[in-house]
């Protein structure tokens, strides 16, 4: 995009080498790298999203990386969200510097075995969430690149997600906040089985179940799973959004809330052994599929991951 290289934040900002240092790498997008970043002045030790501009080649996505600084400033001082320290932006990149969470990825935390999971802490809405050093060990989401602002009664089209997530309401390009439910429905699925509700070996095989809606609660482990914690996922993981529960819903069901009926167990250890081998199979997959999934036909229905904020 022509000038893109000088007006992405739409004003000059400080220069990011004269506030930072730039350490090794923890991990690369098709648009952007991550890094640990250490402020000059104080040794504070932080993460920096680095976004190439010559991969900006249209107004759209430009104004996706102006929203996605909104929305961060926005959600700022929330206990579950990353923190944003500060953007920048030099002839190159745009780069957006935010609280380094250390802990690793919420699927891989669970699988070290160094938190308990017992069901009544169970939610989420993707793999992307990651657990702070802090001793509370609490989860913070920490991409919003695909997020947007979201009004009531506005409806979206656009179709984004991961095939393993999405709603089959986007597929069909009519979604609200709803489909965020659905999502947090499939982790927790994910999170009490160690597999994926909707499970076939190729992309349009997976779209097609979804499609279908048809939940397993027969095979290892669901026999032993509570039938509260059955029925919760059954009300989040609904074809019809206007039968589906609301987010306040769900945090109202008696699985989910304060005292609830959600029993004190450990996670069986062949759901762990589960759980890694799908963790394993998305990081091998993820790059492969991050670029194959955007030249896919649109009759495929690729989808990206989409977050209601």
């Known amino acids: 995009?022509?000038?893109?290289?000088?007006?992405?934040?739409?004003?000059?900002t400080?220069?990011?080498s004269d506030l930072y240092t730039l350490g090794r790498k923890l991990g690369q997008v098709q648009f952007a790298s991550t890094f640990v970043c250490v402020e000059n002045s104080t040794g504070n030790v932080y993460a920096c999203k680095s976004i190439l501009k010559r991969k900006l080649v249209s107004i759209e996505f430009v104004e996706d990386v102006r929203r996605e600084i909104q929305i961060m400033h926005h959600l700022s001082g929330h206990k579950h969200i990353v923190s944003i320290k500060g953007a920048y932006e030099d002839q190159s990149s745009v780069h957006i510097v935010m609280e380094f969470?250390?802990?690793g990825e919420l699927f891989d935390r669970i699988i070290q075995g160094c938190i308990t999971v017992r069901e009544r802490r169970l939610s989420g809405q993707k793999s992307l969430w990651e657990l702070s050093r802090d001793d509370d060990f609490s989860l913070k989401a920490i991409d919003f690149e695909h997020s947007v602002f979201f009004k009531p009664g506005q409806f979206f089209a656009d179709v984004v997600g991961s095939a393993y997530y999405v709603a089959p309401e986007v597929l069909h390009k009519h979604y609200g906040p709803k489909a965020d439910v659905w999502t947090a429905g499939v982790i927790l699925y994910i999170l009490l089985s160690?597999?994926?509700p909707f499970w076939a070996e190729t992309q349009q095989g997976?779209?097609?179940?979804?499609?279908?809606?048809?939940?397993?609660?027969?095979?290892d482990p669901w026999p032993v799973i509570s039938d509260s914690a059955k029925d919760l996922i059954r009300k989040m993981i609904c074809s019809r959004p206007s039968e589906r529960?609301?987010?306040?819903?769900?945090l109202c069901h008696p699985w989910i809330c304060e005292k609830g009926v959600a029993p004190d167990c450990s996670l069986d250890p062949a759901v762990l052994s589960r759980l890694t081998q799908f963790s394993a199979f998305n990081?091998?997959?993820?790059?492969?599929?991050?670029?194959?999934f955007f030249w896919m036909s649109e009759k495929i229905f690729t989808p990206f991951l989409f977050l209601h904020l």
């Open 206 to 219: 997976i779209v097609n179940e979804v499609l279908k809606g048809e939940l397993d609660f027969e095979s």
């Open 101 to 103: 969470c250390a802990g």
């Open 245 to 250: 529960l609301t987010a306040h819903q769900v």
């Open 14 to 16: 400080a220069n990011l």
């Open 194 to 196: 160690g597999v994926p």
């Open 283 to 292: 990081k091998l997959k993820k790059m492969a599929l991050r670029v194959s």
């Open 1 to 12: 995009m022509e000038n893109q290289a000088y007006y992405v934040l739409g004003h000059k």
